[in-house]
């Protein structure tokens, strides 16, 4: 089973997907929004493109587990993907999972300007993770 993670964002959405047997994950791309139009067909292109069977999305919470601004759009997003999409839609905290990225990115020497450039990429993969990790856990 593929799964695309995605670390949603209002300019920025992060993507990672995993092996075919859905196990490793690995960054894939950034989607800049420019329009809605231009968001939604790149976004879907991509899916079917890389032929995925199943979403991980963050969902964005404060640092004490609260619901921010944030939080309302992500799970717009999320409904808005169910149905353009029609792939279940898994979802998990993604509290600190850009700050994890940014540290992961630091220890693989990616320079400050490259580091922009795949920050949103790797949060997608922290996200991506954290939902296979806590799967086996689960599973018997």
């Not at 075919?20 to 994950?25: N, R």
């Not at 898994?90 to 992961?104: F, P």
Request: one cysteine or more.
């Amino acid at each position: 089973m593929r799964y695309l993670g995605i670390d949603f964002g209002l300019k920025r959405t992060g993507l990672a997907m995993t092996d075919a047997a859905g196990t490793l994950a690995f960054p894939l791309k950034t989607l800049y929004k420019k329009t809605n139009r231009q968001f939604w067909d790149e976004l879907l292109d991509t899916i079917n493109h890389e032929k995925i069977d199943a979403l991980v999305v963050g969902m964005p919470f404060d640092l004490y587990g609260q619901e921010t601004e944030i939080t309302v759009q992500a799970k717009n997003f999320i409904r808005r993907i169910q149905k353009k999409s029609g792939l279940p839609v898994y979802t998990v905290n993604e509290t600190c999972s850009s700050i994890e990225a940014k540290e992961q990115l630091k220890q693989a020497n990616v320079s400050k300007y490259k580091l922009n450039q795949y920050l949103d990429q790797q949060a997608a993969v922290v996200i991506l993770e954290s939902y296979l990790n806590s799967r086996t856990l689960y599973e018997v």
